[in-house]
């Protein structure tokens, strides 16, 4: 699977997070020149989340994954393959993004975008074909066998 595809689409996807935060910051500061407390506050927090998106977008728009080497351990800017008992899942490693869903250049598949700071982000890193990992999900201890990653 093209790695700058994906990397295109989740940053298209950031952008348009970001710039909803903008218009909802602006919406915010309008009403805090009220001067009521709640708006207030309503601003100051609207600023964070407009703050958090564009550090995301800007992280993924400069971000350029290559190819991993046959054998290399999981990375930022891996694609990987998981199976359990029921199925699989791919997961593709981005800086940004975590819980994002892509799809495939032609519509086809869909993969999930995890972070090297969300669970399964951290379970997979360092990992590398063959081996399992344990992740908590839900309060429950879930394993995947690593099957692909590129």
Do not use: C
């Amino acid at each position: 699977m093209d790695k700058a595809y994906l990397t295109a689409q989740l940053a298209a996807k950031l952008k348009a997070i970001y710039e909803q935060a903008l218009r909802a910051a602006e919406d915010a500061r309008l009403d805090a020149k009220t001067g009521a407390p709640r708006a207030v506050n309503m601003a100051a927090a609207t600023r964070t989340r407009l703050e958090t998106a564009q550090v995301a977008w800007e992280a993924v728009a400069d971000f350029k994954p290559s190819a991993m080497k046959k054998g290399e351990r999981i990375g930022l800017g891996a694609l990987v393959e998981l199976e359990d008992g029921e199925g699989g899942k791919t997961l593709f490693m981005a800086p940004a993004g975590a819980g994002e869903e892509l799809t495939g250049p032609d519509g086809d598949g869909f993969l999930h975008v995890v972070t090297p700071g969300s669970p399964i982000g951290k379970g997979l890193l360092g990992k590398k074909v063959g081996d399992v990992v344990e992740v908590m999900v839900k309060g429950e201890l879930t394993e995947w066998d690593i099957v692909f990653a590129a």
